[in-house]
């Protein structure tokens, strides 16, 4: 008789993510599940980014643009449009809303790191 062989799985399809939405200029982006190269851009850049110089202002827009087409990819969004529609505080409130699950798992790991596991 065979013996059988125990198995673990990991189901990651059970991972759905509360849902997130930005409204933005008439348009309603899902940013729920942002692809993880996106986000990991995003975490990258995020020195440049809170810098306010220049060259974070046209990577604010860059990666504007990108997420919204990497959520809505039936409904592109250009760089051209979000300059015409929206202002630099909205673009960065926007960011940051994008990026707080992100830096909630940051902080919840730095937490877990610092008190020792029972």
């Known amino acids: 008789m065979a013996q059988e062989v ?23 982006i899902d940013v729920s599940k942002i692809p993880s190269e996106v986000i990991l ?3 990258k850049k995020k020195t440049v980014l809170d810098s ?5 202002f046209d990577m604010v827009f860059d990666l504007a643009v990108k997420i919204c087409n990497a959520c809505n990819p039936d409904d592109e ?18 960011l ?3 990026m707080k699950p992100l830096k909630d798992r940051s902080s919840k790991n730095g937490k877990n ?3 020792p596991s029972l």
Not at 6 to 28: C, S, T
Not at 77 to 94: D, H, N
């Open 6 to 28: 125990e198995q673990e799985i990991l189901d990651l399809d059970k991972f759905i993510p509360a849902k997130r939405i930005v409204k933005l200029a008439g348009k309603v």
């Open 77 to 94: 969004i250009t760089k051209k449009w979000l300059v015409g529609k929206t202002s630099i505080e909205q673009l960065l409130a926007m």
């Open 41 to 43: 851009e995003l975490a």
């Open 52 to 56: 306010e110089t220049d060259e974070s």
């Open 113 to 115: 790191a610092e008190s």
């Open 96 to 98: 940051e809303f994008i």
